[in-house]
């Protein structure tokens, strides 16, 4: 006869088991897109998936503004025919040279900060890399809100710390499991 102690913890084990399971077979998708993306966005620059910030005369002269930054990047998105809605311009003065991003692509253009000299134009694979690792990629596709991201990242972070404190969980009480059946088979004797 068993006793009812055990009887209860190995019960509520099988349960954890299944429960644990049953998260683990939705969430495993998440996990593993997470995962990747991790991995990916760690290794942009040595990856190649951020264009190389390009070097240029590091001169103390005067340079454009960035309203002139912005109309010379229009215009070569208007050559290309996409949008030329910017989203922002990232400035490196130790370089000589200024990005320019635009909200609905994510193509950036890399500027001379001095003579306005177009020097690339490149897909920023990082960017929508995050959008994926975050799950902005919905709202950037679909809507025009963060719902989505909001969504995606709560429930993916609320389902690891389930998976993490049952998988500790049920890896720790069978050892309660089992010390415990030691002690009652050691008191019978």
């Known amino acids: ?26 969430l495993i998708v998440f996990f593993l897109v997470i995962g ?8 942009k620059k040595k990856g190649e998936l951020l264009p190389p910030t390009l070097k240029t005369k590091v001169d ?7 309203d002139e930054m912005v109309r010379i990047s229009e215009l070569e ?8 809605e910017v989203d922002r311009i990232d400035i490196r003065p130790d370089k000589g040279v200024a990005k320019v991003t635009f909200k609905t692509h994510f193509t950036e253009v ?4 001095l003579s306005g000299e177009v020097l690339s134009i490149e ?12 799950g902005s990629i919905i709202d950037f596709y ?16 609320l389902g690891l710390i389930l998976m993490s404190l049952s998988g500790f ?4 009480y069978p050892k309660v499991v089992r010390n415990l059946k030691i002690k009652i088979k050691n008191n019978r004797l």
């Open 110 to 113: 890399q500027l001379d900060g």
């Open 77 to 84: 998105m208007e050559k290309i025919g996409e949008s030329i």
């Open 36 to 43: 990747i993306t991790s991995i990916l966005l760690a290794w």
């Open 169 to 172: 969980y049920l890896w720790y």
């Open 142 to 157: 679909f809507w025009e809100n963060e719902n989505a991201k909001l969504t995606y990242s709560t429930l993916t972070a």
């Open 60 to 66: 103390q002269g005067q340079w454009i503004s960035p």
């Open 1 to 26: 006869m068993s006793d009812p102690i055990i009887q209860s913890k190995v019960k509520a084990l099988r349960w954890l088991r299944r429960v644990h399971r049953w998260m683990g077979i939705p």
């Open 123 to 134: 897909t920023r694979h990082s960017d929508w890399i995050e959008k994926v690792h975050d």
